[in-house]
């Protein structure tokens, strides 16, 4: 996936770049355990568990059992960690451009690897 998505993650919502890692393979490819991200990313399977927790706390995913988790549809997603990182940092909630447009860019890929 493109490394602008990850960087505008980062930037924009602040997540780190492993909790943004994590995100796009999970949107992208659809839903996994920390172990198969762990394998896929190449990161230890405690990040991949780390990473999966936080973007659970963030609004990103949602856990479908123990050790599954599916990201919810990305135009709702990003908007909502955005929102959620602006209330952290005090920073006034308005329309951001580059987090819609994290959402579109998301929104095929998501659908793809969802109708398979």
Known sequence: MDSKIEDDLISEIHLNSVQAKVYLLVTCYGKMSPQTISEKLKISLNDAKIATKDLMNLGAFIDISETEFEAMHPRFTVVNMY???????????KRNKVVDNIGVILEKPYDDARTK
């Open 83 to 93: 929102r959620r990182m602006c209330e952290r940092e005090n920073i006034e909630f």
